[in-house]
């Protein structure tokens, strides 16, 4: 059974920064994961994704985010800086199964909320 877990969310003055981690456990495909996010009333959107060692960024967040992960502590990051008011959304973590598409997420984690301030 596959778990994954989100922390490092909060609130946050425009400006500022926060480093986002997933923690994972079970079988899952630890090169193709990602993380999406979701504002109230918006529909979810991908924000970065480590597609089999390709890397890629929504044009809202680059040379803003970096994802990044630590294979050794089943650990997916999400480092956020300059952040703004308009990156407040619940941020998740989804990651693939193994024998499926990168991109095809099966398995999401529960959420963590970031809120920034004007």
């Known amino acids: 059974q596959v778990h994954l877990v989100e922390s490092g969310g909060g609130s946050v003055q425009a400006g500022g920064s926060l480093r986002l981690s997933c923690a994972g456990s079970g079988s899952y495909n630890r090169d193709c994961m990602g993380w999406f996010r979701q504002a109230p009333g918006k529909e979810r959107e991908g924000v970065a994704a480590?597609?089999?060692?390709?890397?890629t960024y929504a044009d809202s967040v680059k040379g803003r985010f970096t994802i990044s992960k630590d294979n050794a502590k089943n650990t997916l990051y999400l480092q956020m800086n300059s952040l703004k008011p308009e990156d407040t959304a619940m941020y998740y973590c989804?990651?693939?199964?193994?024998?499926?598409?990168?991109?095809?997420?099966?398995?999401w984690g529960q959420g963590t909320q970031v809120t920034v301030s004007s």
């Open positions: 480590t597609l089999g060692g390709r890397i």
């Open positions: 989804a990651a693939a199964p193994y024998f499926r598409r990168c991109d095809d997420y099966n398995y």
